[in-house]
Protein backbone atom coordinates (compact mmCIF):
# COMPACT_ATOMS: atom_id res chain seq x y z
CA UNK A 1 0.00 0.00 0.00
CA UNK A 2 0.97 3.59 -0.72
CA UNK A 3 2.99 5.30 2.21
CA UNK A 4 3.74 8.76 2.94
CA UNK A 5 6.76 10.50 4.26
CA UNK A 6 6.62 13.39 6.45
CA UNK A 7 9.51 15.59 8.03
CA UNK A 8 9.36 14.41 11.58
CA UNK A 9 8.99 18.31 13.10
CA UNK A 10 9.10 21.76 11.86
CA UNK A 11 8.08 25.31 13.40
CA UNK A 12 6.69 27.95 11.79
CA UNK A 13 5.68 31.84 13.12
CA UNK A 14 2.90 33.39 14.03
CA UNK A 15 0.88 35.36 11.07
CA UNK A 16 3.18 33.64 8.39
CA UNK A 17 2.39 31.10 5.76
CA UNK A 18 3.19 27.23 7.24
CA UNK A 19 3.99 24.57 4.42
CA UNK A 20 4.00 21.07 4.94
CA UNK A 21 5.49 18.72 2.64
CA UNK A 22 4.70 15.17 2.44
CA UNK A 23 6.15 12.82 0.06
CA UNK A 24 3.77 10.08 -1.61
CA UNK A 25 5.66 8.53 -4.19
CA UNK A 26 4.00 5.25 -4.82
CA UNK A 27 0.45 6.50 -4.87
CA UNK A 28 -1.94 5.37 -7.28
CA UNK A 29 -4.21 6.87 -9.75
CA UNK A 30 -7.41 6.20 -7.61
CA UNK A 31 -5.60 7.00 -4.29
CA UNK A 32 -6.75 10.39 -2.19
CA UNK A 33 -4.31 12.13 0.08
CA UNK A 34 -5.69 12.90 3.20
CA UNK A 35 -4.70 15.75 5.53
CA UNK A 36 -5.22 15.57 9.19
CA UNK A 37 -4.22 16.71 12.63
CA UNK A 38 -4.20 15.89 16.33
CA UNK A 39 -4.24 18.97 18.83
CA UNK A 40 -2.61 17.62 21.93
CA UNK A 41 -4.53 14.51 22.28
CA UNK A 42 -7.44 15.45 21.05
CA UNK A 43 -9.43 13.75 18.30
CA UNK A 44 -8.09 13.94 14.51
CA UNK A 45 -9.50 16.66 13.16
CA UNK A 46 -9.70 16.39 9.26
CA UNK A 47 -8.52 19.38 7.20
CA UNK A 48 -8.81 18.27 3.56
CA UNK A 49 -8.30 16.21 1.01
CA UNK A 50 -7.74 15.66 -2.90
CA UNK A 51 -7.21 13.41 -5.80
CA UNK A 52 -5.07 15.79 -8.51
CA UNK A 53 -7.02 19.08 -8.55
CA UNK A 54 -5.56 21.76 -5.87
CA UNK A 55 -7.95 22.19 -3.00
CA UNK A 56 -9.18 25.01 -0.79
CA UNK A 57 -11.08 25.06 2.27
CA UNK A 58 -11.39 27.58 5.43
CA UNK A 59 -8.84 25.49 6.53
CA UNK A 60 -6.09 25.41 4.33
CA UNK A 61 -4.96 24.70 0.62
CA UNK A 62 -4.01 21.07 -0.74
CA UNK A 63 -1.18 21.47 -3.42
CA UNK A 64 -0.48 18.10 -5.37
CA UNK A 65 1.56 18.06 -8.04
CA UNK A 66 1.22 16.93 -11.78
CA UNK A 67 2.85 13.55 -11.39
CA UNK A 68 0.75 13.28 -7.59
CA UNK A 69 4.53 11.98 -5.82
CA UNK A 70 4.21 14.89 -3.49
CA UNK A 71 2.09 17.12 -1.89
CA UNK A 72 1.96 20.12 0.39
CA UNK A 73 -0.51 21.40 3.12
CA UNK A 74 -0.91 25.41 3.61
CA UNK A 75 -2.00 27.03 6.51
CA UNK A 76 -2.52 30.47 4.87
CA UNK A 77 -2.13 32.48 8.54
CA UNK A 78 -1.28 30.00 11.24
CA UNK A 79 -1.76 30.78 14.32
CA UNK A 80 -0.78 29.30 17.73
CA UNK A 81 -4.07 27.30 18.10
CA UNK A 82 -2.63 25.71 15.09
CA UNK A 83 -0.13 23.51 16.66
CA UNK A 84 -0.29 20.17 16.50
CA UNK A 85 0.71 16.72 14.99
CA UNK A 86 -0.24 17.22 11.01
CA UNK A 87 -0.82 13.80 9.03
CA UNK A 88 -0.49 12.66 5.29
CA UNK A 89 -2.14 10.07 4.73
CA UNK A 90 -3.00 8.15 1.53
CA UNK A 91 -5.88 6.63 1.45
CA UNK A 92 -5.20 2.76 -0.46
CA UNK A 93 -7.89 1.83 -3.06
CA UNK A 94 -11.17 0.87 -1.74
CA UNK A 95 -9.73 0.75 2.05
CA UNK A 96 -12.10 2.40 3.77
CA UNK A 97 -9.86 3.02 6.85
CA UNK A 98 -7.07 5.44 6.92
CA UNK A 99 -3.52 4.32 8.11
CA UNK A 100 -1.78 7.20 10.32
CA UNK A 101 1.98 7.52 10.10
CA UNK A 102 3.89 9.62 11.99
CA UNK A 103 3.14 13.00 11.67
CA UNK A 104 4.77 15.87 11.22
CA UNK A 105 4.64 18.20 14.36
CA UNK A 106 4.34 21.90 14.16
CA UNK A 107 4.92 23.99 16.25
CA UNK A 108 3.66 27.42 15.67
CA UNK A 109 5.67 30.24 17.97
CA UNK A 110 5.05 33.86 18.70
CA UNK B 1 -17.02 19.77 17.51
CA UNK B 2 -17.04 16.75 14.99
CA UNK B 3 -20.37 15.38 15.80
CA UNK B 4 -18.86 12.27 16.74
CA UNK B 5 -19.82 11.44 20.17
CA UNK B 6 -17.88 8.99 23.25
CA UNK B 7 -18.67 8.36 26.60
CA UNK B 8 -16.78 8.34 28.86
CA UNK B 9 -14.46 10.81 28.46
CA UNK B 10 -12.31 8.68 31.25
CA UNK B 11 -12.22 5.37 32.78
CA UNK B 12 -10.11 3.71 35.16
CA UNK B 13 -10.52 0.12 36.12
CA UNK B 14 -8.08 -2.33 37.29
CA UNK B 15 -6.08 -5.54 35.80
CA UNK B 16 -8.60 -8.00 34.95
CA UNK B 17 -11.31 -6.32 34.23
CA UNK B 18 -13.93 -5.59 31.61
CA UNK B 19 -15.24 -1.82 30.03
CA UNK B 20 -17.49 -0.91 27.33
CA UNK B 21 -17.24 1.74 25.44
CA UNK B 22 -19.85 3.92 23.87
CA UNK B 23 -19.71 6.06 19.95
CA UNK B 24 -22.38 7.67 18.33
CA UNK B 25 -21.42 8.63 14.84
CA UNK B 26 -22.54 11.99 13.16
CA UNK B 27 -25.90 12.13 12.10
CA UNK B 28 -26.47 9.86 8.68
CA UNK B 29 -23.17 8.18 8.79
CA UNK B 30 -23.37 4.44 8.24
CA UNK B 31 -19.25 3.37 9.22
CA UNK B 32 -17.91 3.63 12.52
CA UNK B 33 -14.34 2.93 13.18
CA UNK B 34 -12.41 2.34 16.51
CA UNK B 35 -8.61 3.45 16.93
CA UNK B 36 -6.03 2.83 19.18
CA UNK B 37 -3.57 5.32 20.66
CA UNK B 38 -1.16 4.67 23.03
CA UNK B 39 2.12 6.61 23.56
CA UNK B 40 4.63 4.15 22.30
CA UNK B 41 2.12 2.71 19.33
CA UNK B 42 0.63 5.99 17.86
CA UNK B 43 -3.07 5.81 16.25
CA UNK B 44 -3.79 2.07 15.39
CA UNK B 45 -6.86 1.02 13.15
CA UNK B 46 -8.91 -1.54 15.46
CA UNK B 47 -12.12 -2.24 13.59
CA UNK B 48 -14.61 -1.13 11.05
CA UNK B 49 -18.42 -1.06 11.27
CA UNK B 50 -20.56 -0.39 8.38
CA UNK B 51 -24.33 -0.59 8.75
CA UNK B 52 -23.99 -2.93 11.50
CA UNK B 53 -21.65 -5.29 9.80
CA UNK B 54 -18.04 -5.62 10.40
CA UNK B 55 -16.05 -4.25 7.37
CA UNK B 56 -12.32 -4.39 8.09
CA UNK B 57 -10.58 -5.32 10.89
CA UNK B 58 -7.23 -4.03 11.81
CA UNK B 59 -4.39 -5.31 14.51
CA UNK B 60 -7.51 -5.98 17.35
CA UNK B 61 -6.90 -8.37 20.42
CA UNK B 62 -9.02 -11.08 20.62
CA UNK B 63 -10.28 -9.75 24.14
CA UNK B 64 -11.42 -7.25 22.41
CA UNK B 65 -14.65 -7.12 20.59
CA UNK B 66 -17.13 -4.33 19.25
CA UNK B 67 -20.70 -4.27 17.51
CA UNK B 68 -22.75 -1.98 15.83
CA UNK B 69 -26.22 -1.35 16.82
CA UNK B 70 -29.13 -0.81 14.19
CA UNK B 71 -29.43 2.48 15.26
CA UNK B 72 -25.76 3.00 14.06
CA UNK B 73 -23.98 3.82 17.71
CA UNK B 74 -21.19 1.15 18.01
CA UNK B 75 -19.96 -0.41 21.36
CA UNK B 76 -16.13 -1.26 22.28
CA UNK B 77 -15.91 -4.21 24.46
CA UNK B 78 -12.04 -4.80 26.43
CA UNK B 79 -12.21 -7.93 28.33
CA UNK B 80 -9.28 -9.20 30.76
CA UNK B 81 -7.85 -5.93 30.92
CA UNK B 82 -4.07 -5.29 30.93
CA UNK B 83 -1.41 -2.39 32.41
CA UNK B 84 -1.21 -2.10 28.07
CA UNK B 85 -4.44 -1.77 27.09
CA UNK B 86 -4.07 1.92 28.77
CA UNK B 87 -4.52 4.25 25.64
CA UNK B 88 -6.56 6.57 24.00
CA UNK B 89 -9.32 4.92 22.57
CA UNK B 90 -10.99 7.10 19.31
CA UNK B 91 -14.06 6.46 17.53
CA UNK B 92 -14.61 7.68 13.88
CA UNK B 93 -17.70 7.80 11.58
CA UNK B 94 -17.83 8.63 8.08
CA UNK B 95 -19.95 7.96 5.04
CA UNK B 96 -23.44 9.15 5.01
CA UNK B 97 -23.74 8.61 1.49
CA UNK B 98 -21.72 5.46 1.52
CA UNK B 99 -18.54 6.66 -0.68
CA UNK B 100 -15.67 4.90 0.49
CA UNK B 101 -13.95 8.58 0.18
CA UNK B 102 -15.68 10.51 2.43
CA UNK B 103 -13.42 11.83 5.18
CA UNK B 104 -13.60 10.02 8.54
CA UNK B 105 -14.56 12.42 11.17
CA UNK B 106 -13.31 11.30 14.95
CA UNK B 107 -14.72 12.06 18.25
CA UNK B 108 -12.60 13.18 21.55
CA UNK B 109 -11.77 10.06 22.82
CA UNK B 110 -11.66 8.21 25.83
CA UNK B 111 -9.10 7.64 28.06
CA UNK B 112 -8.37 4.64 29.74
CA UNK B 113 -5.86 3.51 32.48
CA UNK B 114 -5.80 0.24 34.03
CA UNK B 115 -4.01 0.30 37.20
Known amino acids: DAKTTQPPSMDCAEGRAANLPCNHS???????VYWYRQIHSQGPQYIIH???NNETNEMASLIITEDRKSSTLILPHATLRDTAVYYC???????????FGAGTTVTVRA | DSGVTQTPKHLITATGQRVTLRCSPR?????VYWYQQSLDQGLQFLIQ???????AKGNILERFSAQQFPDLHSELNLSSLELGDSALYFC??????????????FGNGTRLTVT
Open chain 2, 49 to 55: YYNGEER
Open chain 2, 92 to 105: ASSGAGGAWNSPLH
Open chain 1, 26 to 32: TISGNEY
Open chain 1, 89 to 99: IVRVGTDYKLS
Open chain 1, 50 to 52: GLK
Open chain 2, 27 to 31: SGDLS
